[in-house]
């Protein structure tokens, strides 16, 4: 079973920034904060991840909060195309690198 | 693109036969994990190889197995099918340098089982 909390469905308009919430009140230190999405069944694209300070790339921006119980997804301008899945998975460091739990996901709907 | 290949796209088989479904990693990549995708039960992990070795196993069926050749390619055997057992496959490569490493997902296989 999955270690976060996501709401299932959000809609966005587009041109504006999505913000998508995930809980993961139990995360450990040594686990890492993963966001991926699935575009209809297309293979998981990796977004993002980050342990405890915020992240940026080109495609979105991480905000974790100061306890790590919470993030925030940030997809600064969306575009239809960034109608998916969007799942948040906690993934702990180690040598066994297996631990990716997928939950439910949030499907997020980008309108015109 | 991910880099990572997986093949066939789409197998189409009967209940009781033997498929089997490759996958190549990315150039450079060590690790290897299958997973699968059912309309009911979400991307389940099933089992990860690290240079040829068996690392860790998930929610794998007895009927289900899998290896890592030398050039680092996997294929997943599967055996006996079920109805059940139609779903979609992806797999993924990592680095693995011996801490959380992102994976990176093929475009999966979609099997049918009829």
């Known amino acids: 079973d999955a270690k976060t909390t996501q709401p299932p469905s959000m809609d966005c308009a587009e041109g504006r920034a999505a913000n998508l919430p995930c809980n993961h009140s139990?995360?450990?230190?040594?686990?890492?904060v993963y966001w991926y999405r699935q575009i209809h069944s297309q293979g998981p694209q990796y977004i993002i991840h980050?342990?405890?300070n915020n992240e940026t790339n080109e495609m979105a921006s991480l905000i974790i909060t100061e306890d790590r119980k919470s993030s925030t997804l940030i997809l600064p301008h969306a575009t239809l195309r960034d109608t998916a899945v969007y799942y948040c998975?906690?993934?702990?460091?180690?040598?066994?690198?297996?631990?990716?739990?997928f939950g439910a996901g949030t499907r997020l709907t980008v309108k015109p | 693109d991910s880099g990572v290949t997986q093949t066939p796209k789409h197998l189409i088989t009967a209940t009781g036969q033997r498929v089997t479904l490759r996958c190549s990693p990315r150039?450079?990549?060590?690790?290897v994990y299958w997973y699968q995708q059912s309309l009911d039960q979400g991307l389940q992990f099933l089992i990860q190889?690290?240079?040829?070795?068996?690392?860790a196993k998930g929610n794998i069926l007895e009927r289900f197995s899998a290896q890592q050749f030398p050039d680092l390619h996997s294929e997943l055997n599967l055996s006996s099918l079920e109805l059940g057992d139609s779903a979609l496959y992806f797999c993924?490569?990592?680095?693995?340098?011996?801490?959380?490493?992102?994976?990176?997902f093929g475009p999966g296989t979609r099997l049918t089982v009829l």
């Open positions: 190889y690290y240079n040829g070795e068996e690392r």
């Open positions: 993924a490569s990592s680095v693995d340098r011996g801490w959380a490493d992102t994976q990176y």
């Open positions: 139990t995360i450990s230190g040594n686990e890492y």
């Open positions: 150039s450079g990549d060590l690790s």
């Open positions: 998975i906690v993934s702990a460091v180690g040598y066994n690198n297996n631990d990716m739990r």
């Open positions: 980050g342990l405890k």
